[in-house]
């Protein structure tokens, strides 16, 4: 079961971080060995599922992540497209490499009723050395309405020498 890192000193060092793949790195997350990134409580959603080149996770908003209409925030909408987006290409990393957002682009079909509980699904399209392309769908767990959709080009950075690491 993922956990959530509440205070900096919880968080895994970038130094051990780097002995693992992306996709170790992820899979440590949702076993709750490490914990997973604040934002995470903050927005509402947790690490559900992750494998080589996909990563979903699964939430619901409430009031607290509303716009002054009442209405889901598109902010919310972004937030998780790119966590899903992004990790799905942190699972194609090696070791030794970080990434992060170059970009990333949103459209939103529909608005979420407050309480819906949702799956956002990124997928990579491309990992290569440099970038990695991603896309993502936001859709209903019961009803599974599309309600929004993502894509994004991720920077991937090698640190040092790899068989050091």
């Not at 780097?18 to 899979?27: A, D, I, N, R, Y």
């Not at 990790?87 to 309480?115: D, F, Q, S």
């Amino acid at each position: 079961m993922p956990r959530i890192a509440e205070k900096p000193e919880d968080l895994l060092h970038q130094s051990d971080a780097l002995k693992l793949s992306g996709l170790e790195f992820m899979q440590k997350i949702l076993d709750g060995t490490n914990p997973g990134p604040p934002i995470a409580a903050t927005m509402g959603y947790t690490l559900r599922e992750v494998s080589q080149g996909r990563a979903v996770f699964r939430g619901a908003p409430e009031f607290k992540v509303t716009n002054p209409m009442g209405t889901v925030h598109g902010g919310w909408y972004g937030t998780l497209l790119d966590s899903a987006m992004a990790c799905a290409v942190m699972t194609c990393i090696p070791r030794g490499a970080i990434y992060t957002t170059l970009e990333y682009k949103i459209n939103i079909l529909r608005g979420i009723p407050l309480g819906t509980l949702i799956d956002c699904i990124g997928e990579t399209d491309h990992v290569g050395r440099s970038t990695g392309v991603a896309h993502g769908e936001i859709r209903g767990v019961e009803d599974g309405k599309l309600y929004a959709t993502g894509s994004t080009t991720c920077i991937v950075m090698q640190i040092g020498d790899r068989t050091e690491v």
